[in-house]
Structures are given as C-alpha cells and as structure tokens.
C-alpha cells in the first residue's frame, strides 16, 4: 500500500542543510500494525508526516496504492489525506468547547454524507472504543484515557486505509496505555485496521507485527 523509495528529507537550518531521513526505503502492506522505534530526533515524526500526506517536499519516490504521490497537487493531497488517513497523536488533538460526537464527526464534514449517515458512522465508531454512550458529552470531562479513545474513533470514523498513531500513549499512565494498546490491537485484528505506530517505547512493540528502526534519519535493520 505504501512504498518509499530511497527518501531523503532536509531541512534548512542557519543557512545550512540538515538532513532527517537520509536514503530511506521502506513498505507499508494492507493489514499491518508497524511499530516505528527510534530515539528523540531520529526522524520517526518527519517520516510520518510525508507518509501521511502532510509534507510533500522530499527527494525520492513514494508510491501510494501504485501511484506516485509527487503527481498531485496540495488540493489533490488534502482530499488523500482526509479520505486514507487517520491520526493519533499524544497529546489528542480535541477541540474543548465540543462534544466528543462532533469530534469524532469532524472527518466527516466534507464527505458530503447526510446527517444521519454521519449520524450512524459517528455511533459506529463509538462503539469500537467503547464509549457509545458518551456521544453528547462534553470533551472537558474526559479523562487522558477517555480522551485518546475519543481521538482513536475520530481517526477510523471515515474507515481511513491506514492510522498514523504518533506516540498515542506518552501522556497516558500505563494502565491506561495497556488499554489503548489493546484497542490498537482489536482494530488491527478484527477490523484489519493498518496502523502505523510511532514510539520510542520498546514494549508497545509486542502488540506489532513489524519494527521499522530509525537511526540518525536511517532505516537500520
Ligand atoms: N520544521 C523543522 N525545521 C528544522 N528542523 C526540524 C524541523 N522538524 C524537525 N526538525 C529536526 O529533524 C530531526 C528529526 O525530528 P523528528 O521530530 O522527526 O524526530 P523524532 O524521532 O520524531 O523525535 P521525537 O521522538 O523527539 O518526537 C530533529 O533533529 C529535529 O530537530
């Protein structure tokens, strides 16, 4: 489903040329839970980004389903995005002042889907993390826990091909943790959910069934 090919990402730092990720090749498959590992600055976040369609200002190629990604324009890259991917990220990315429903039904809105098929899909998703009754309430009343679930339906409600799940656990305590692994791992199992999980914290990697190590920018077997 994803395939990069010999990617090389730099920034521009004091007049100088950082790089990233140096000459970085790698494939995603349909059905995966890939557990990205590597220190603080290793570059797990910038390969996330332009493997979620959020950065398109790279060197090599990417091919998403078959297609090289570099053809499309930013408008053509938003609507990919919004339509194959969903995010996780630690510290949850809600909007206060909402509910968790119009949360989780933010995904939705230029899906040009009637109300209540949005109505339905937001539900639906929901009940995958266990928090179907929580619909109206307000996001300020949540726990870390709580919140992160409420994060988790928002990113599947449009049945996105894959999840990027950056550091989705970070700010949670482990308990707490432990089960948004197990959701990660019921989505991946029984709804053949493709998650791309970034971590730095070697026990996630038992709920994968694949490590990709970054070093220095580097994919390191
Ligand atoms: N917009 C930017 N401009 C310049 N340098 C950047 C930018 N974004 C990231 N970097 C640099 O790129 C390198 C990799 O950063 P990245 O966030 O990808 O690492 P990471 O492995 O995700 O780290 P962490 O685990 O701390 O989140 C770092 O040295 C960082 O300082």
């Known amino acids: 489903m994803i395939r990069l090919e010999n990617i090389t990402k730099t920034y521009e730092l004091a ?3 950082v790089t ?11 059905g995966d839970f890939v557990g990205i590992m ?25 091919y998403f389903e078959d297609k090289l990604v570099e053809q499309y324009t930013d408008d053509d890259l938003s609507k990919i995005r919004n339509e194959n991917v969903g995010f996780v990220f630690q510290n949850f990315g809600l909007i206060e002042n909402m509910t968790v429903g119009q949360n ?6 230029y899906a040009g889907i009637s109300n209540q098929e949005k109505t339905r899909l937001v539900a639906e998703s929901l009940e995958k993390v266990g928090l179907a009754d929580f619909v109206g309430q307000s996001v300020k009343l949540l726990s870390g826990g709580q919140r992160q679930r409420v994060a988790i339906a928002r990113a599947i409600v449009n049945s996105p091909k894959f999840i990027i799940a950056d550091e989705p ?10 089960d948004i692994m197990q959701l990660f791992t019921d989505l991946n199992t029984t709804s053949g959910v493709t998650i791309i999980l970034v971590t730095h914290d070697p026990n996630l990697m038992a709920h994968c069934n694949r490590e990709i190590r970054v070093s220095d920018g580097e994919v390191v077997l």
């Open 15 to 17: 007049k100088q040329e």
């Open 20 to 30: 990233v990720l140096n000459d970085v090749s790698l494939n995603i498959f349909e």
């Open 38 to 62: 590597g220190r603080s600055g290793s570059g797990k976040s910038t390969l996330v980004n332009l493997i979620g369609f959020l950065d398109k200002k790279f060197k090599g190629t990417y």
């Open 104 to 109: 989780v039904e933010l995904p939705l809105l």
């Open 169 to 178: 656990t970070g700010a949670l305590d482990s308990k707490t943790s432990v």
